[in-house]
C-alpha cells in the first residue's frame, strides 16, 4: 500500500487542498513524507455521513463476518 497523503471519504479521494503537515518519526527523529492534507470542514461533514450510512450495513451484517472483515483490515 501506498501511503500519499489524500483522504479517503466513501472510498473515493477527497480534494488536495488547504494546509498539508507530516507524520513524526521518533525513531529517526525527523519529519517524513509524504504531506497530508488537512480535511475541511465540509469533507469531515461528509466522511461522518458516508461513515453513518456505512454502518447501517455493517451492523446488519453477521458477527462472523464483522470479525472476518475486522480481521482483514
Not at 525527523?30 to 466522511?47: G, K, N
Not at 454502518?55 to 458477527?63: D, G, L, N
Request: hydrophobic share 45%.
Amino acid at each position: 500500500m501506498d501511503i500519499h497523503g489524500t483522504s479517503l471519504i466513501a472510498g473515493g479521494p477527497a480534494k488536495n487542498v488547504g494546509s498539508t503537515f507530516r507524520a513524526f518519526d521518533p525513531s529517526l527523529g525527523r519529519e517524513i513524507a509524504p504531506d497530508f492534507y488537512e480535511a475541511s470542514p465540509s469533507e469531515v461533514d461528509a466522511a461522518m455521513r458516508a461513515a453513518a450510512d456505512a454502518f447501517v450495513h455493517y451492523r446488519a451484517r453477521p458477527a462472523e463476518a464483522r470479525a472476518s472483515f475486522l480481521e482483514a483490515i
